[in-house]
């Protein structure tokens, strides 16, 4: 074995030690997303379909494409049917796999070892390293989009038909693990058609996307129209410039922003000043994963006008870009590197102790957030859920309330003042709450609300529910609070 591939070997193992120490430490984090894919994993090997539970029912599971839950599912089957225990597993690998792509890439085009540290450097402190430690589809989906991309320039070396089916291949399993992979794939048919201006090409790569994918959207289509999302024409606001920009500068210089990002800037028109000045450019290849990370946040921003106008431009959303502008800025600091360029101390030496700090600063910021999580888990708020519970819990949080009682059958969303997705008014909304009202009054149901989460606007408020259900028994804690059938007591 060469001495190389011990090397990987060991990177691998480390990061992969450290990633488990890292997930046991902080118990593994759950979210919305996950509880789903997790549920739709377990439904399918309990035989009761591709189905998730959503306020009592079982419905298909068509919003979020099948890759990630399907490779949940394979993984329980080595975890004893734990499909929390299969998320670490399926996560860890992609973490894995995401690194030795990465490496393997920048070293293929020869890119120095100094580099090479900092760009992987860059990629542990950033918020991408942390989407491993949840039940997100992005470990699949990072992994995917690297894997992509390197053998797309493999194709672009040699020229060879079989490694252009195999992007084509790998784009659509990025659109089955997350439907933007459609903005990945038009990025690659754009590339394609750029660099060999060969309809053919563009047609041999899209084959197999489309072949991949087919299946599932016939399968989809039997449920819903466009993956359940209504259409309608809502243009990005200011909100999401405003998530775009600071997700930016936040990934290109975290923890110091106001400061560093002005320095950076700088010593990148610097940098292109003088390298035009010696004639030197970056590589095709570099070029290529920019514009592919541009095509890819259109895609986002496309689909936001049009389908899902809550999607926030966070770093989970936006990470398969910074992933390629990643790529890109290894070219930038190589080329600096190698020109000898004070340009290029200047910007690792800022970029890896803003990392580093911000990367300490980080996993103390998770530690926090798992220790109130926990805190929250043993809080008497909490408490009030039943464990066997034969009433109607209404919650704001139905992720946290479904793994603390045996009848999740009986958790219930609060009724949506609109659709999240489309902004289309639910007419049925006052209707929905009367309704609930009755429920709890007749001792029928229950609420909970908890103030620890992020409030979504498109239900009511803490406030809204006082003047609902002011004169309903009610129990407040620092957490939160629960309104109770008028059988129950008062308490404060």
């Given amino acids: 074995m060469k001495l190389n591939h011990i090397r990987i070997g060991a990177v691998i193992l480390l990061l992969g030690g450290m990633y ?34 959503d306020n009592g029912r079982l419905v298909p599971t ?33 973490l894995a796999a995401t690194y030795y792509l990465i490496y393997r890439f920048l070293k293929e085009e020869r890119i120095r070892p100094l580099v090479i540290f900092l760009t992987l450097w860059i990629f542990t402190g950033s918020w991408v390293f942390f989407l491993y430690f949840g039940t997100l589809s992005e470990s699949v989906f990072l992994p995917l989009t690297a894997a992509s991309f390197y053998f797309y320039r493999k194709w672009q070396k040699t020229g060879s ?66 993956f359940s999302r209504p259409a309608a024409w809502h243009p990005p606001g200011f909100d999401h410039l405003r998530q775009l920009v600071i997700t930016g500068v936040n990934a290109l210089a975290p923890g110091a922003t106001e400061v560093l990002f002005p320095l950076l800037l700088l010593a990148i028109v610097a940098y292109i000043f003088f390298g035009r000045r010696k004639g030197i450019d970056l590589p095709l290849w ?5 514009v592919g990370a541009g095509m890819y946040v259109l895609f986002i921003l496309l689909s936001i006008s049009i389908f899902d106008y809550d999607t926030p431009l966070d770093i989970r959303i936006l990470s398969p870009a910074y992933l390629m502008i990643l790529l890109a800025a290894a070219a930038v600091f190589d080329r600096l590197y ?8 200047l910007l690792a030496s800022l970029l890896f102790l803003t990392h580093g700090i911000d990367m300490y600063q980080k996993s103390t910021e998770i530690e926090n957030q798992v220790r109130e999580l926990y805190r929250l888990r043993n809080s008497p708020l909490t408490a009030e859920i039943p464990p066997q519970n034969d009433l109607i819990i209404w919650t704001n949080v ?14 219930m969303d609060l009724p949506a003042k609109y659709d999240r997705k ?64 008028p059988q129950n007591s008062r308490h404060e």
């Fill in 20 to 53: 488990l120490w890292l997930a046991w430490r902080w118990r593994y984090l759950q979210n919305a997303d996950g509880v789903i894919y997790m549920d739709t994993a377990r439904n399918w090997l309990e035989g009761k379909g591709w189905v998730h539970l």
């Fill in 62 to 94: 068509v919003f979020w494409p099948p890759l990630f839950p399907a490779l949940l599912a394979a993984a329980s089957l080595l975890t004893g049917g734990d499909p929390l225990k299969a998320a670490l597993l399926v996560q860890g690998a992609g």
């Fill in 161 to 226: 038909r079989r490694l252009l089916l195999l992007t084509g291949l790998l784009a659509g399993l990025l659109m089955l693990t997350r439907y933007a992979g459609a903005g990945l794939t038009a990025a690659y048919a754009y590339l394609i058609l750029r660099r060999s201006g060969k309809v053919r090409d563009v047609l041999s790569f899209l084959l197999p996307a489309i072949i991949l994918f087919l299946p599932w959207y016939a399968y989809t289509s039997r449920h819903s129209v466009f």
């Fill in 286 to 290: 570099a070029a290529d994963a920019t």
């Fill in 338 to 345: 190698r020109l000898r360029s004070r340009y290029f101390y």
């Fill in 398 to 411: 139905t992720e946290f309330v479904r793994l603390r009682t045996e009848n999740d059958t009986l958790v």
């Fill in 422 to 485: 489309s902004l289309v008014p639910d007419t049925s909304y006052s209707r929905r709450m009367d309704e609930l009202a009755r429920q709890i009054r007749q001792g029928r149901a229950m609420l909970i609300y908890f103030y620890g989460f992020h409030h979504r606007k498109f239900i009511a408020g803490p406030e809204e529910l006082d003047s609902l259900f002011g004169d309903l028994p009610v129990r407040t804690y620092p957490e939160g609070f629960v309104i109770l059938p």
